[in-house]
């Protein structure tokens, strides 16, 4: 069975930095493009950034491009996402999802059968 957890969320001042994790269980992850997504409440999911399997290819959201980092650590079999800079407007339900899917641009896009991490809250306040 095919899991993604997140971790790694919270609140934190403006200005701060997150680090959140994605860890995969049931399949290997580099195999596989990811996308990192968030929802506030009240507005439409955004995709931030997606990571073509290898990482060569990575795309951002211009909301979060120079901000955020995503990355892979394949022995952990896990995705990070690096948020420095954050923003009030950064607060959302920030979630991972990978396989049977594929980038377009910085969203990834989903099909049947993708798999969704329950997601990690993100509140960015003073």
């Known amino acids: 069975q095919f899991e993604l957890v997140e971790s790694g969320g919270g609140l934190v001042q403006p200005g701060r930095s997150l680090r959140l994790s994605c860890a995969a269980s049931?399949?290997?992850?580099?195999?596989?493009?990811i996308g990192w997504f968030r929802q506030a409440p009240g507005k439409e999911r955004e995709g931030i950034v997606c990571?073509?399997?290898?990482?060569?290819?990575?795309n951002y959201a211009d909301s979060v491009k120079g901000r955020f980092t995503i990355s892979r650590d394949n022995a952990k079999n896990t995705v990070y996402l690096q948020m420095n800079s954050l923003k009030p407007e950064d607060t959302a339900n920030y979630y991972c999802?990978?396989?049977?899917?594929?980038?377009?641009?910085?969203?990834?896009?989903?099909?049947?059968?993708?798999?969704w991490g329950q997601g990690t809250q993100v509140t960015v306040s003073s």
């Open positions: 999802a990978a396989d049977r899917s594929y980038c377009s641009g910085n969203v990834l896009v989903a099909r049947l059968g993708t798999s």
């Open positions: 049931g399949f290997t992850l580099a195999y596989y493009d």
């Open positions: 990571m073509s399997s290898g990482g060569r290819t990575i």
